[in-house]
């Protein structure tokens, strides 16, 4: 089993940054290549990005490339996702997830992929 917690969620305005953590427990964290979601109020959940086991490679939604990063330390069993340039529109639940590595990563296989294990969610609400 793996524990994922999420946390770094808020109330920011348009424009500003805030940093996602996702501190995981149990089984190794770099036997897992992590990913972000989100889900917004009466919508899908939807794919922001993903990132392998060893933070070598990070992949990205269409939607929020160039303004969100990804990364990990497995030193610190945590996976960060780092927001810029928040809009309206990014104001949902964010979840962190693990699943095994995959043989052929691009974000829509990231996107598509059954994942293991999930967090709980933290909140993030951007004004305009």
């Known amino acids: 089993q793996v524990q994922l917690v999420e946390s770094g969620g808020g109330l920011v305005q348009a424009g500003d940054s805030l940093r996602l953590s996702c501190a995981a427990s149990?089984?190794?964290?770099?036997?897992?290549?992590m990913g972000w979601f989100r889900q917004a109020l009466g919508k899908e959940r939807e794919f922001v990005g993903a990132?392998?086991?060893?933070?070598?490679?990070?992949y990205y939604a269409d939607s929020v490339k160039g303004r969100l990063t990804i990364s990990r330390d497995n030193a610190k069993n945590t996976v960060y996702l780092q927001m810029n340039s928040l809009k309206p529109e990014d104001t949902a639940v964010y979840y962190c997830?693990?699943?095994?590595?995959?043989?052929?990563?691009?974000?829509?296989?990231?996107?598509?992929?059954?994942?293991?294990?999930w967090g709980q969610g933290t909140q993030v609400t951007v004004s305009s």
């Open positions: 997830a693990a699943r095994t590595p995959l043989f052929t990563p691009t974000p829509g296989a990231y996107a598509a992929a059954k994942y293991d294990y």
């Open positions: 990132i392998t086991r060893n933070g070598g490679r990070t």
């Open positions: 149990g089984r190794t964290f770099s036997n897992y290549d």
